[in-house]
């Protein structure tokens, strides 16, 4: 497979993946319901943000417009760097782990920018449309981001010496996310892990012939002036 085929094959793919379960979950589940996959640790729990991932956001109606427009900023540079390290040639790895940003960052803004035009508000009882005759829920770049991949993976109480959260308890992993989110996380994660492998700089060039052929000759030269200062044999 060609390094310049990678992007399109990793973007596209998390983008289809990402983009049919948020789909799925959104046309068949009612905001807040969860549906139990792997016992108590892996739950499909249907939420929506307004902000970026792991839901966290920023408040208020610029506040959303001023992060859709971020986004869109950072796709075109992440896109771009893209570019730049497919045509240089860079490591597999590194150019993987820029497509899963790129195309976790992609999924997101889809939600932001097109969801609020072709689905209806998601209620607690009731389940959304797709393409409602009355029109979207919101306008354009303010749509809310689809979450539902939630993780509570350890459940428990904090002790009674523990300071501020003394008896209350925590769940373990708490955020709700998306594909999307994952990706970025795991591109992200990659790089810091494996940034050694990735920005590994090239061997140094080797030696001309040029630089070579002086040397040997100045190696001679100095060899045939402490041959002159030998005495002579009788």
Same mark, same amino acid.
């Given at each position: 497979?060609?390094?310049?085929?990678?992007?399109?094959?990793?973007?596209?793919?998390?983008?289809?993946?990402?983009?049919?379960?948020?789909?799925?979950?959104?046309?068949?589940?009612?905001?807040?319901?969860?549906?139990?996959?792997?016992?108590?640790?892996?739950?499909?729990?249907?939420?929506?943000?307004?902000?970026?991932?792991?839901?966290?956001?920023?408040?208020?109606?610029?506040?959303?417009?001023?992060?859709?427009?971020?986004?869109?900023?950072?796709?075109?540079?992440?896109?771009?760097?893209?570019?730049?390290?497919?045509?240089?040639?860079?490591?597999?790895?590194?150019?993987?782990?820029?497509?899963?940003?790129?195309?976790?960052?992609?999924?997101?803004?889809?939600? $932001?920018? @097109?969801? #609020?035009? &072709?689905?209806?508000?998601? %209620? !607690?009882?009731?389940?959304?449309?797709? =393409? /409602?005759?009355?029109?979207?829920?919101? $306008?354009? @770049?303010? #749509?809310? &981001?689809?979450?539902?991949? %939630? !993780?509570?993976?350890?459940?428990?109480? =904090? /002790?009674?010496?523990?300071?501020?959260?003394?008896?209350?308890?925590?769940?373990?992993?708490?955020?709700?996310?998306?594909?999307?989110?994952?990706?970025?996380?795991?591109?992200?994660?990659?790089?810091?892990?494996?940034?050694?492998?990735?920005?590994?700089?090239?061997?140094?060039?080797?030696?001309?012939?040029?630089?070579?052929?002086?040397?040997?000759?100045?190696?001679?030269?100095?060899?045939?002036?402490?041959?002159?200062?030998?005495?002579?044999?009788?």
């Amino acid at each position: 497979m060609k390094k310049k085929h990678i992007p399109w094959i990793v973007i596209l793919g998390v983008l289809l993946i990402d983009q049919v379960s948020k789909i799925l979950v959104k046309t068949n589940m009612t905001l807040g319901q969860s549906i139990t996959l792997l016992g108590d640790w892996f739950i499909l729990h249907f939420t929506e943000n307004y902000g970026m991932a792991f839901g966290m956001q920023f408040s208020g109606e610029y506040g959303k417009l001023a992060l859709s427009l971020f986004r869109i900023l950072a796709v075109f540079f992440i896109g771009f760097y893209l570019g730049r390290l497919t045509l240089r040639g860079a490591h597999t790895g590194l150019i993987v782990c820029v497509s899963l940003i790129m195309a976790g960052a992609l999924g997101n803004i889809i939600d $932001s920018t @097109l969801y #609020g035009l &072709v689905f209806s508000e998601s %209620y !607690f009882n009731q389940v959304a449309t797709m =393409f /409602p005759e009355g029109g979207g829920y919101g $306008s354009f @770049l303010h #749509g809310k &981001v689809v979450d539902m991949l %939630y !993780f509570p993976v350890i459940k428990g109480t =904090f /002790p009674a010496w523990f300071p501020i959260w003394a008896d209350q308890p925590f769940i373990f992993f708490r955020p709700v996310f998306n594909l999307a989110d994952a990706a970025i996380t795991i591109g992200v994660f990659a790089l810091l892990v494996f940034q050694a492998k990735f920005f590994k700089k090239p061997d140094q060039e080797e030696e001309s012939p040029d630089t070579d052929d002086k040397e040997n000759h100045d190696t001679a030269s100095g060899q045939e002036e402490q041959d002159d200062d030998l005495p002579l044999s009788a």
